[in-house]
């Protein structure tokens, strides 16, 4: 079999296996934990990409921005694993006292419900978006 028959056999393969993917992480009858490293495993193929600077309702106001709590410059891809995994390090800092940012961002931190924002990430099948306007 050639490179190219195998390209489109995984191509195939992504494909089929979206549907059961995207039904698994939204279940909530599956423990949340089990979900998202299922989530963090899964190629980005399976996953959402918005083009376009997307909202959260389960994160505070201006959240990810070019000064805020999660930076971005404009035109940045995002991928909601990473920003997922730098709120959890700075919530982590806060616990430790190791927090290095002011107030402000410190008390944007707090506000963060992680559960709440994976499940919004998990319904929203959101593997990355864009940071553009």
């Known amino acids: 079999m050639d490179v190219l ?13 979206k549907l059961p993917f995207e039904q698994y992480i939204k279940n909530k009858e599956i423990p949340l934990d089990e979900r998202w490293e299922i989530f963090i495993l899964a190629p980005s193929e399976m996953k959402t990409h918005e083009n376009y600077l997307t909202s ?12 805020g709590p999660i930076h971005a410059d404009r035109g940045n891809t995002i991928e909601t694993k990473d920003m997922i995994e730098n709120i959890q390090e700075s919530l982590d800092e806060i616990s430790s006292g190791d927090f290095y ?5 410190k008390n944007k931190f707090l506000e963060v ?18 940071y553009d306007w």
């Not at 940012?101 to 961002?105: E, M, N, S």
């Open 5 to 17: 028959s195998r390209m489109k056999k995984v191509q195939e393969s992504l494909e089929k296996s």
């Open 101 to 105: 940012r002011d107030d402000y961002y």
């Open 56 to 67: 959260f309702d389960s994160l505070p106001n201006d959240f990810v921005m070019y000064d």
């Open 113 to 130: 419900d992680m559960n709440a924002i994976k499940e919004e990430i998990l319904s929203k099948n959101m593997g990355s978006f864009d």
